[in-house]
Nanobody, 120 residues
Framework: QVQLVESGGGLVQAGGSLRLSCAASGSIRSIDVMGWYRQAPGKQRELVAAITSAGSTNYAESVKGRFTISRDNAKHTVYLQMISLKPEDTAVYYC??????????????WGQGTQVTVSS
């Protein structure tokens, strides 16, 4: 069974930094795109950043220049380095991965979410 486990969320003051991690585990044969989404109260879940297995990245306009996504393919782990955090970055951050498992083939998987709170 595949699991995505996030870590690194917390409370930080505006202008501060946090680094999120998400490790995929289980019977994984291959991982294509890994990404981070976030959902603030009363809002829809939105894409923050994504990275392909080859290292190509995509960012939401609101985080460009402040967030950096990276991954370690050997560890099946994706990271999100966040700097210059703003109160509007407050949300639950979810890890997502499109991957092939031995049991179920290709599918999209989600982590349980980690809370990021930025105080003003």
């Amino acid at each position: 069974q595949v699991q995505l486990v996030e870590s690194g969320g917390g409370l930080v003051q505006a202008g501060g930094s946090l680094r999120l991690s998400c490790a995929a585990s289980g019977s994984i044969r291959s991982i294509d795109v890994m990404g981070w989404y976030r959902q603030a109260p009363g809002k829809q879940r939105e894409l923050v950043a994504a990275i392909t297995s080859a290292g190509s990245t995509n960012y939401a306009e609101s985080v460009k220049g402040r967030f950096t996504i990276s991954r370690d393919n050997a560890k099946h782990t994706v990271y999100l380095q966040m700097i210059s955090l703003k109160p509007e970055d407050t949300a639950v951050y979810y890890c997502n991965a499109r991957l092939m498992s031995s049991r179920d083939g290709w599918g999209a998987y989600w982590g349980q979410g980690t809370q990021v709170t930025v105080s003003s």
